[in-house]
């Protein structure tokens, strides 16, 4: 046998609701995968840190569960957030709590429409709707920043405080610049709202201009966040590469993803450009506790997840073929209900691995 | 003749761009249904106060304009911002500088599928989109605070401060339920950030939740921003009255309009709902300096505007009768380019004035 070159360690959390079933799905596929390859090899350990630890130890991580982690080459989370515990507590219990120490300041969100499904937008061809969304992911509006005074008093005032540091603008600029070079149309654009908000917004307007200096091959123009989401129902064709503050960027994927028709199978990906931390993949659609356990939940997302943490691997072959094979088997009708198919989880996971046979 | 028993002191301001041109439109319709209703009076004053002026005297409102204003029963708004002014200079000039000090906390922002027009979406009846945005329009992200330290320095750092008092989310969430109350369906949706911003949107949360005890006919339910985005693309018809913050609202309304293929002629009311101060109405679509002068403006965002001045001065019958006529002529296909057609500004406006001669 040929010797195995690339060795890649996985961390993966399901986490809650139909996050467990739908990371399931995902291992199947990257075992086999990996198997047909050869070239490379996937090691997954699991944690099981969810809600449920949460309620019974007062914490989602462990004592040196961050450390645990850090061994590894990426995680690939399913989905947090439980019925009978505030969001706010989930999300900064366990996703934010990963994501900010181990300055995950990139967040990506491609989006396409998939084949096999139809975009809601009257004239949207397939070729038209092809977006990666740069989000700043660890400062801006999610800084954690503000708080309550007289509180339950009529004079009650509370705040929310953004955080635009230079260096955390300078950098997912830079970032977002390098993703729009990467790609064929090499065209940024940038969005703020610095009309209405005339500090961190203009900071961004700001260093944007300086970065672009650097990326003289990138085309790139401004927005504000406002009139961004007319530019995509209108416009799409007009966008590629978009970068935006962790909460314009949070509005504007939900939407873009809604305008894709791919609500559901969306990924997102949690990057440490710098690698000294392991990087987070994650498909975007939640817990969705209503059909948790019944086999039915759409593995789509975390198989494109899976797909863009094999790119950040470098493993850019394989995840081209594993593209390939969901898309396919999406294209065949072989999907989910929320996608207007009849299959469960097992079926589209056994399609794809069936798919990735013959394309080797 | 009939005595006449009301009357309404106008203060009229076209400011820059298009703006003089939709508001001499939207005049000139107002003053021939007031002559056709005689029950009424209309009187006009304007206001030439604009990026000219303060080019001219460094400000926008000269020493005594507000209290000039004041004496108004409301304010027909052209737009303002100029090629040569920053936005947030214009803005805060301008259009702020008399939003805030008069208290015009509401922002209302009505949005449907215009006869004549169409969605942009696929499956989109035009039935399934008549909502009514309500914009929290004195705090929040527009509340002016923030700042900037280490200019320039690596270690820059800048913050944006959203204020939000009890008594400001207060003020906006009763009026959107009175809204709702006052609308068919009698449904109102709540939209927050509270999953991720953890004061000022959990004190808008709690509040809603008290405001309703005391409208026990209106339904509400809670979106989150960003899953709005998405339900107003797939789900239009499930929407009816909506609340959000000065920043949620502006972003959801751009889009509301696009996807009502509205963008371009919907209006906008900034309400001071004690009535202690003149209201302001105004087109949404801003001064678009590249067809200034034309004559190729399309004043239908002005008469909707105006249509909605109407009916805060409580001439419900004269608004009904108006909005009528202005869907009949762009039924009829007289419109402006933008819209598909190729009529003029004046061509636009006469028709509708031959329409009001036949609705009396
Ligand atoms: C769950 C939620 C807090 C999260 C966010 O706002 O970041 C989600 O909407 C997302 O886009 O990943
Ligand atoms: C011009 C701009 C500052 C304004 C806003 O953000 O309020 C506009 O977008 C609007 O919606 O009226």
């Given at each position: 046998?040929?010797?195995?070159?690339?060795?890649?360690?996985?961390?993966?959390?399901?986490?809650?609701?139909?996050?467990?079933?739908?990371?399931?799905?995902?291992?199947?596929?990257?075992?086999k995968?990996a198997?047909?390859?050869?070239?490379?090899?996937?090691?997954?350990?699991?944690?099981?840190?969810?809600?449920?630890?949460?309620?019974?130890?007062?914490?989602?991580?462990?004592d040196?569960?961050?450390?645990?982690?850090?061994?590894?080459?990426?995680?690939?989370?399913?989905?947090?957030?439980?019925?009978?515990?505030?969001?706010?507590?989930?999300?900064?219990?366990?996703?934010?709590?990963?994501?900010?120490?181990?300055?995950?300041?990139?967040?990506?969100?491609?989006?396409?429409?998939?084949?096999?499904?139809?975009?809601?937008?009257?004239?949207?061809?397939?070729?038209d709707?092809?977006?990666?969304?740069?989000?700043?992911?660890?400062?801006?509006?999610?800084?954690?920043?503000?708080?309550?005074?007289?509180r339950?008093q009529?004079?009650?005032?509370?705040?929310?405080?953004?955080?635009?540091?230079?260096?955390?603008?300078?950098?997912?600029?830079?970032?977002?610049?390098?993703?729009?070079?990467?790609?064929?149309?090499?065209?940024?654009?940038?969005?703020?709202?610095?009309?209405?908000?005339?500090?961190?917004?203009?900071?961004?307007?700001?260093?944007?201009?300086?970065?672009?200096?650097?990326?003289?091959?990138?085309?790139?123009?401004?927005?504000?966040?406002?009139?961004?989401?007319?530019?995509?129902?209108?416009?799409?064709?007009?966008?590629?590469?978009?970068?935006?503050?962790?909460?314009?960027?949070?509005?504007?994927?939900?939407?873009?993803?809604?305008?894709?028709?791919?609500?559901?199978?969306?990924?997102?990906?949690?990057?440490?450009?710098?690698?000294?931390?392991?990087?987070?993949?994650?498909?975007?659609?939640?817990?969705?506790?209503?059909?948790?356990?019944?086999?039915?939940?759409?593995?789509?997302?975390?198989?494109?997840?899976?797909?863009?943490?094999?790119?950040?691997?470098?493993?850019?072959?394989?995840a081209?073929?594993?593209?390939?094979?969901?898309?396919?088997?999406?294209?065949?009708?072989?999907?989910?209900?929320d996608?207007?198919?009849?299959?469960?989880?097992?079926?589209?996971?056994?399609?794809?691995?069936?798919?990735?046979?013959?394309?080797?």
């Amino acid at each position: 046998p040929i010797a195995v070159s690339r060795k890649h360690s996985i961390a993966t959390m399901g986490a809650d609701g139909i996050g467990p079933e739908v990371i399931n799905a995902g291992v199947q596929v990257l075992k086999k995968l990996a198997e047909l390859d050869g070239s490379f090899t996937l090691d997954f350990k699991n944690y099981d840190w969810s809600s449920e630890t949460y309620r019974k130890t007062g914490k989602y991580i462990p004592d040196g569960g961050l450390e645990e982690l850090q061994k590894h080459d990426a995680i690939l989370f399913g989905a947090v957030g439980a019925p009978d515990v505030p969001d706010h507590i989930s999300l900064w219990g366990l996703r934010l709590a990963i994501c900010q120490p181990f300055q995950q300041y990139a967040n990506v969100r491609p989006t396409k429409i998939f084949r096999g499904t139809q975009s809601p937008l009257r004239n949207a061809a397939h070729s038209d709707l092809d977006w990666v969304i740069v989000r700043e992911n660890s400062e801006g509006e999610y800084a954690g920043q503000g708080g309550r005074s007289h509180r339950g008093q009529p004079w009650e005032t509370a705040t929310e405080v953004s955080i635009f540091s230079r260096h955390g603008v300078e950098r997912i600029m830079r970032f977002a610049f390098q993703m729009a070079q990467k790609r064929p149309r090499k065209f940024l654009t940038v969005v703020t709202k610095s009309n209405a908000q005339r500090n961190g917004m203009v900071l961004w307007d700001e260093v944007a201009v300086d970065v672009a200096k650097d990326f003289p091959d990138v085309k790139w123009d401004k927005m504000l966040v406002d009139a961004m989401t007319c530019r995509m129902v209108l416009d799409p064709k007009s966008l590629d590469t978009i970068v935006a503050t962790n909460l314009h960027a949070d509005i504007l994927s939900d939407l873009a993803a809604a305008l894709a028709g791919s609500i559901g199978i969306a990924p997102t990906s949690n990057l440490d450009p710098t690698r000294k931390n392991p990087s987070m993949f994650e498909p975007i659609h939640g817990s969705a506790f209503d059909i948790t356990g019944k086999g039915v939940a759409n593995p789509v997302g975390t198989f494109w997840t899976a797909v863009e943490m094999l790119k950040w691997l470098s493993e850019e072959e394989a995840a081209k073929r594993m593209m390939d094979a969901v898309e396919t088997v999406t294209e065949r009708g072989v999907m989910t209900k929320d996608l207007g198919g009849t299959a469960g989880t097992q079926e589209v996971t056994d399609a794809v691995c069936a798919e990735l046979e013959k394309a080797f």
